[in-house]
């Protein structure tokens, strides 16, 4: 129930009367209050379940710590029944077997499990050397007929999975080479390297994508009949920048900036690497902008982590470089993003004090980058 309190997908097109709101936080207390006998007690698909539940109500309430917590007794869970390293069992078998189910959910606590890395910084439960990443039967074709800019359809087949699984074991590769313990020790060669195979690898699933659904490098603001209209493709293309963000930002840490004999040649890859990283950001901003409207209003608190990530990425240009000729566009960026924020925010149930931190925030950002210009 706390769950589906937070999904309101529908009531962007519905004309009935919303029914009374329903008491999500009580619900995910009774819930937790429930987990340790569950986890207590022999393996079990319950305890599984409500593990991943609670940590996907946990992202959506913002409590991102929690929601790791959750992920990581779900994971163990699943590891200790092995589903982490079976094979997909055969299409043709009901979706509602154990082995199959188990399988799905699997995927499912990946997904969180890298997404919630990139978000804490905080390391992988499932690690891809660890896994069986065999994709569900059929994956690919039933992901392509859900994403299009159509309204989307009420009739399923297949699993349903919160991004796309390819996308989320680039994000565990992306955290593994760049951001781990180990990828934050790396030298200046090796972070080069592991940004460009990474862009290779995220360029390659980009154009794995029809042509007509796949981000634009670039984004320039689209006319409506091109404006997605589900959450899915919107997801996958805020997922999309936000990995491109991420990847070429790791370029920022190199010795190189802070060398005074460091070849010209080099520091022009890192300028157009960050380059890259403050225009992935600038897309995320306008495409969120663009397609706000139909952003489940029960994500906010999901979705936070995008702009904001694209925000500091632009406000640090803007500081870095004061007298481009982008700077005073970019603040104008700035300023947008705050009221697509706020535009996400009014949409949902929450007190009007939860928003002042994260609106504060950004104007103070945008207070400084104006003052620096």
């Known amino acids: 129930m706390a769950l589906v309190s937070s999904m309101d997908h529908d009531a962007i097109c519905c004309t009935a009367p919303r029914p009374p709101p329903i008491p999500r936080l009580a619900y995910i207390d009774h819930a937790r209050a429930l987990l340790p006998s569950l986890v207590q007690n022999s393996l079990s698909l319950d305890a599984i379940q409500t593990a991943i539940l609670l940590a996907i109500s946990g992202t959506m309430i913002g409590e991102l710590q929690t929601a790791m917590n959750f992920t990581s007794i779900a994971a163990r869970q699943i590891m200790a029944v092995g589903a982490h390293t079976w094979s997909e069992p055969p299409g043709d078998e009901s979706a509602l077997s154990t082995p199959k189910h188990l399988r799905t959910l699997f995927w499912i606590c990946y997904a969180l499990d890298k997404d919630l890395a990139l978000r ?149 890859g890192l300028r157009l690497s960050l380059n890259f990283s403050v225009e992935a950001s600038r897309s995320l901003l306008l495409f969120l902008s663009d397609s706000e409207a139909y952003v489940s209003p029960g994500g906010f608190w999901t979705l936070l982590f995008y702009p904001m990530s694209a925000i500091l990425t632009i406000f640090c240009n803007i500081l870095e470089n004061p007298h481009a000729d982008t700077a005073n566009r970019d603040i104008q960026l700035l300023e947008a993003a705050e009221h697509t924020t706020e535009k996400l925010f009014l949409r949902q149930s929450l007190k009007a004090g939860e928003l002042q931190p994260v609106t504060g925030f950004i104007s103070i950002l945008k207070e400084i980058a104006c003052r620096g210009v």
């Not at 009420?154 to 699984?165: I, K, N, Q, S, T």
């Not at 862009?199 to 659904?213: H, V």
């Open 120 to 268: 804490t910084g905080q390391p992988h439960c499932l690690r891809n050397d660890d896994c069986n990443l065999q994709l569900p039967t059929a994956y690919i074709e039933q992901l392509d007929s859900r994403m299009s800019y159509a309204p989307q359809s009420h009739r399923y087949e297949g699993a349903l999975f919160p991004v796309d699984l390819r996308l989320s074991m680039i994000k565990s590769r992306i955290f593994t080479a760049l951001y781990s313990y180990s990828g934050l020790r790396k030298t200046d060669v090796e972070i080069i390297r592991s940004i460009r195979e990474l862009d290779d690898e995220l360029e390659q699933w980009r154009t794995s994508i029809p042509a007509l659904l796949r981000p634009q490098l670039s984004f320039a603001h689209q006319p409506d009949a091109t404006t997605p209209k589900n959450m899915s493709l919107v997801l996958t293309h805020l997922d999309y920048y936000s990995c491109v963000n991420l990847i070429h930002l790791a370029g920022g840490r190199c010795q190189a900036w802070r060398s005074t004999t460091t070849p010209a040649g080099l520091m022009d």
